[in-house]
């Protein structure tokens, strides 16, 4: 029989134990310490300060959060960007399932068109954005080239105050879906063969069988899906900035925009972090929502 | 850009790999610190964004470097956007190029603040005289009675044309153009008979300040601004006529293609004169290198048409300023005045990358591009008239981008003309 080890000697053990996990945890941890979390509390920080770059700055204390919640261009971003969210997120998330069902194939050169799907995502958000206004021109575009072939006088799409928003939020769209098609597909493809033959052998029908078996099971990759998009779409920035910079008017100034306003054209860091705040706020409450919502309906289990 | 690449699968490879990527950024990222190497030696670190005259400043380094052996300067070249985030952030952080390019628009937000050193010392020492520079430039980067800026070149605003269509429509283009609210004046009747159905266009007009409707609004009489750190008045009548006749030029007179095709930051105005949709197209004698390699057809060049007001244009000339906390002033004060002296001016001017703001030293660049085809003097005599600088005022950064914003109503016959320029005005005299 075995002789439990001496308490102290266990203790030591776990010691150690302990002291190496934190020492193999460290490399990431800095990682996240310094290059995430820590600019988070600067920005707090920054926040509680009146700070015009190049000029000394002072502490106010909330006067930045009293300005924030009487400034009606930060709740006109808001709104804006929460029509950016609306129509990106559902748009994102149907499209890449439905490419997911698609390509969920043996077919020959399959690989070739997923691969083909997910470039968009691979490319430069700044030279897609750039390419995607020529494409949108209304003189020349390819856009309404394409239009005029069935004799439709295409619009000025990025100079319409009503059609900016959703031009963007389509760019938005087609740059995501590939890659998160990649998300359903790998979800897809670990919904066990056997479900699809019983519900076949009870005579679901293929429509029957995507509402009742796959989308349920599906679960966890739309949980995940949905959280990144929605982050996402709340942090967009990059294509907006190049294809519109918020206009016409400030149709498409989208929240991230009126922080770079704030930041870099007015040198105000202080209201920029306010700004950021908030918004850290909101896609934190809407995130754990998520996750509350989805926990008491998800299934892990395929079995 | 990279919020879904890293976030979801954030291993340690690709933070150390960010933080490494991050620290040579930093460590690589010129700014002023003690480059003094061994041997007395300094290197200057100087910041442009423009990668054409990259090449012609290679020659005006090596001269200074030649009268100055122990002193070598490294060029940094950032893209426009990135160019004046980066400069704002260093120097808050008090690590900044020795010296740099700086625009009488970002001149403003930069002047009040301590960060560029006075330079009339610089100045004085050298001998020169800044009496012999372009008064406009010389004026842009003058703050509290102390010179901040070297007056380094003339941006002057004349009217490029296409020659092939130009003589396609039978049109010898007069010494002088002129134009009147009213429609009378032979540009308009020119720019009409420039126009072909909806295909090509005698003009552009187009929402870009400098060189347009700030043109428009000076030759017709009126005044952006009073004077510097003034009072906009937009809303004056003589503004306002020639704002209106902006807006005409398109919806009345049908001589030019609507905001939805020109309006930044989508339009596509310069790319339309390129492919010779326009065929008249107001700008920036600086666009000739860029626009030469892009057309097809050849470019001449006219002086902006007279207003009631005769003609004024505007100058948007460049300044080269001189970080307040360098670690080597003197070094950097040398080359401020080398960069000042004829000899430096006349090496950029005479290969056609700028119009030296030092006066009557243009006879080199216009000697360059007369060998290439295009007669450049109407930039010349243009700039020897009457001109006006862009207005600026404080916090002018953030201001101009909304005014321009504003300003892209003009192009798009929706709202009235007055209505758009009182709130131009509100912007601008905000504070």
Redesign the interface.
């Known amino acids: 029989m075995l002789k439990p080890a001496p308490r102290r000697g266990r203790q030591a053990q776990r010691q150690r134990q302990t002291l190496a996990g934190y020492a193999m945890l460290a490399?990431?941890l800095?990682?996240?310490l310094?290059?995430l979390l820590a600019p988070v509390l600067i920005v707090i920080v920054l926040s509680l300060f009146d700070w015009k770059?190049?000029?000394t700055p002072e502490f106010i204390g909330l006067a930045n959060y009293r300005e924030l919640f009487s400034d009606s261009d930060v709740w006109h971003s808001f709104l804006v960007t929460l029509y950016y969210v609306l129509i990106c997120v559902p748009g994102t998330t149907i499209l890449s399932l439905l490419l997911s069902l698609l390509v969920n194939r043996k077919l020959r050169g399959m690989k070739y068109f997923r691969a083909l799907l997910v470039i968009p995502?691979m490319a430069?958000?700044?030279a897609m954005g750039l390419v995607w206004?020529w494409i949108?021109?209304?003189?020349?575009g390819a856009l309404n080239q394409f239009l005029a072939v069935f004799g439709i006088d295409g619009p000025?799409w990025?100079?319409?105050s009503l059609l900016a928003m959703p031009s963007v939020a389509a760019v938005h769209i087609w740059q995501?879906a590939g890659?998160n098609m990649l998300f359903f597909l790998a979800g897809l493809q670990n919904i066990p063969a056997a479900l699809r033959e019983a519900s076949a052998l009870d005579g679901a029908s293929p429509v029957a069988h995507f509402f009742a078996i796959t989308l349920p099971l599906l679960r966890p990759t739309m949980l995940?899906v949905l959280i990144?998009n929605v982050?996402?779409s709340f942090?967009a920035?990059?294509t907006i900035f190049?294809?519109?910079?918020g206009?016409?008017?400030n149709s498409t100034e989208v929240a991230t925009y009126l922080i770079y306003?704030e930041a870099?054209?007015?040198?105000d860091f202080g209201y920029a972090s306010t700004i950021s705040v908030l918004l850290f706020v909101v896609i934190l409450v809407v995130t754990i929502s998520q996750f509350v919502y989805f926990e008491r309906r998800t299934t892990y289990d395929f079995s | 850009m990279s919020r879904f690449k890293s976030t979801p699968s954030l291993s340690r490879r690709t933070v150390l790999l960010g933080a490494a990527g991050l620290l040579g950024g930093l460590t690589a990222c010129g700014s002023s610190t003690d480059k003094a190497s061994s041997g007395g030696k300094t290197e200057l670190v100087y910041r442009l964004w423009d990668e054409q005259q990259e090449v012609g400043y290679k020659k005006v380094f090596e001269a200074f470097t030649a009268e100055n052996p122990d002193i070598t300067v490294r060029m940094e070249v950032l893209p426009w956007d990135q160019y004046w985030t980066k400069l704002t952030t260093e120097l808050a952080s008090g690590k900044a190029p020795d010296v740099f390019w700086l625009t009488v628009e970002n001149f403003p937000d930069l002047a009040g603040k301590g960060v560029l050193a006075p330079l009339d010392d610089v100045i004085a020492k050298a001998g020169l005289k800044l009496d012999s520079y372009h008064p406009n430039v010389v004026q842009s980067y003058k703050f509290e009675d102390k010179q901040l800026g070297m007056p380094k070149d003339l941006g002057v605003v004349g009217l490029l044309y296409n020659k092939a269509l130009v003589s396609k429509a039978g049109i010898t283009m007069p010494d002088q153009l002129t134009w009147a609210p009213d429609g009378s004046g032979n540009f308009l009747e020119i720019a009409r008979k420039l126009t072909v159905g909806d295909k090509q266009w005698g003009f552009c007009s187009w929402n870009h300040s400098q060189t347009q409707w700030l043109n428009w609004i000076a030759s017709n009489g009126g005044k952006a601004m009073d004077k510097p750190y003034g009072t906009f008045d937009f809303a004056g009548q003589k503004s306002i006529e020639a704002m209106q006749w902006a807006r005409d030029l398109i919806f009345k007179w049908k001589v030019s293609p609507d905001g939805t095709r020109t309006n930044p930051p989508t339009g596509q105005a310069t790319e339309m004169f390129y492919r010779g949709e326009v065929a008249m197209f107001p700008a920036n004698n600086a666009l000739l290198p860029y626009a030469l390699p892009e057309v097809k057809f050849p470019i001449g060049v006219a002086a902006l048409p007279a207003g009631p007001a005769g003609r004024t244009v505007v100058i948007n000339g460049l300044a080269e300023v001189m970080f307040a906390r360098t670690k080597h002033p003197d070094e950097a004060g040398k080359l401020i005045a080398f960069l000042g002296s004829e000899k430096a001016q006349k090496l950029m001017g005479d290969a056609g990358y700028i119009i030296p703001a030092l006066n009557d030293a243009g006879a080199g660049y216009a000697a360059y591009w007369k060998k290439k085809g295009i007669d450049v003097q109407p930039f010349l005599d243009s700039a020897a008239g009457s001109t006006v600088n862009m207005p600026i005022a404080e916090g002018w950064t953030a201001k101009v981008a909304e005014i321009n914003k504003t300003a892209n109503n003009l192009y798009l016959n929706k709202t009235e003309v007055p209505g758009i320029a009182t709130t131009m005005d509100k912007i601008g005299n905000d504070k």
Not at chain 1, 136 to 140: T, Y
Not at chain 1, 242 to 245: A, Q
Not at chain 1, 264 to 267: A, Q, V
């Open positions: 490399p990431s800095v990682g996240v310094g290059f770059l190049l000029a995502w430069t958000p700044v206004t949108f021109d209304p003189g020349r000025a990025l100079s319409s995501f890659y995940f990144t982050i996402g942090q920035f990059d190049v294809m519109t910079e206009g016409p008017g306003d870099f054209r007015k040198y």
